[in-house]
């Protein structure tokens, strides 16, 4: 197997499914639903509600099969305890560094943003903060992707250890399994199962982030499916890749189906988020569905359509993960500034999106690509003026974080 060959596709899946967070958060600020978030522009749109349950259906589903593919070429490469090594100082060390700042500049926004919104001059006042109570006040916010990906993490190697003493046999069948759900065409239902079990304990079926620091129950079973398949998809992925790729363009129209009925269900039928009702199992399923049908189209577009990398793609991606760090910032910030601006709700997100694109790849490449930060981030620091060059897919980004 030539594995280099085949990261450049999925960096640039990364890369995409990264920027996509710019435009999930600021879609936030337009809502017509109601949300539990305590900042909301006067400007709404239904565009908004349906641009974040699309991308809401694929991002972090193929966030985590990335994730679990990257963790298992670690081990295959350094054992289990060189990749929780290398996790802990390209995961655990910048979650330590920058949630802080992250943290106190967000609760600051919001702060700034909900003054805004009461009194209708920019301001400071946390008695006008109104959280939702079963929320925690201090979370990993946007980050909880870095905090359940250590915990995957240590779970692989605690798994690793254990899986000395199961027998060969036993190991052989339980990947086989897998290669098998992932393989048929039926596959995508029986793995959307699990999901909708966990599903039918959230609002609509669909699983929200609590950002607690202590790992919730539904989102580490619902989020460790995908590493788990993600982990899984490594080991056959001379078969697998190709098979999405070839049927990329089926898996996404059946996705969209499965999406569009998922749509006309929950605008009918009452949802009771404090039960387990019937329905509220099969929004699950059918949401999930979508879920898995788009996770194997996009690996298998890119994987088709971009298996080689050019300076702009090598570029978003080396950019991507200071990108989902600092764009929750720009996102609420801009949407402070364009509060009161004379637009509506479609201009404001379009605004949003771009100012906020353009200042975190600015302050990328100012604070972070040439500096330690970049070191930190990357595992490299890049000289100015250097161009480096990737051959038949020698080296990857995908290596580093």
Request: charged share 10%; aromatic share 16%.
């Amino acid at each position: 197997m030539n594995h280099p060959q085949r990261l450049h596709p999925l960096d640039n899946l990364r890369a995409v499914m990264m920027w996509l967070g710019i435009v999930l958060h600021a879609a936030l600020n337009h809502l017509v639903v109601e949300s539990s978030l305590p900042w909301h522009d006067p400007k709404t749109t239904k565009v908004a509600d349906l641009t974040f349950i699309f991308i809401h259906a694929f991002r972090m589903p193929v966030f985590f099969i990335l994730a679990g593919f990257f963790v298992a070429m670690l081990v295959s490469r350094r054992g289990y305890g060189g990749m929780l090594k290398h996790r802990m100082r390209r995961l655990g060390l910048p979650f330590l560094i920058f949630w802080p700042p992250i943290f106190i500049g967000t609760v600051v926004l919001v702060m700034l943003y909900v003054h805004l919104m009461v009194t209708g001059v920019v301001g400071l006042d946390s008695s006008l903060m109104q959280i939702d109570p079963a929320l925690p006040m201090i979370n990993t916010m946007h980050m909880w992707f870095i905090y359940y990906l250590l915990w995957f993490c240590f779970c692989t190697a605690l798994a690793g250890v254990f899986s000395k003493r199961m027998p060969d046999g036993l190991k052989k069948s339980v990947a086989g399994g897998w290669l098998i759900l992932a393989s048929r065409w039926w596959g995508f239902i029986a793995l959307a199962v699990p999901l909708a079990v966990t599903g039918s304990f959230y609002n609509a079926g669909i699983v929200s982030t609590s950002g607690s620091f202590i790992p919730q129950l539904g989102e580490f079973v619902y989020h460790g499916l995908f590493f788990v398949f993600g982990w899984y998809l490594y080991r056959h992925q001379e078969s697998l890749l190709d098979l999405y790729s070839k049927y990329c363009w089926g898996y996404a129209a059946a996705g969209l189906v499965f999406w569009i009925v998922y749509l006309g269900l929950t605008g009918t039928v009452q949802v009771d988020p404090g039960k387990i009702p019937h329905n509220q199992f099969w929004l699950a399923f059918i949401y999930n569905c979508a879920s898995w049908l788009w996770s194997f189209a996009l690996i298998g577009m890119f994987v088709k359509y971009l298996p080689n990398q050019n300076r702009f793609l090598r570029y978003m991606s080396e950019s991507s993960y200071w990108v989902y760090l600092v764009h929750m910032l720009g996102t609420l910030g801009f949407g402070v500034l364009l509060y009161n601006a004379p637009f509506n709700a479609l201009t404001k997100m379009g605004i949003n999106i771009l100012a906020t694109t353009l200042v975190c790849l600015a302050t990328y490449h100012v604070l972070v690509r040439f500096s330690p930060i970049g070191v930190l981030l990357t595992g490299r620091r890049h000289a100015f003026g250097s161009r480096r060059k990737f051959n038949n897919g020698v080296h990857s980004p995908c290596d580093t974080v």
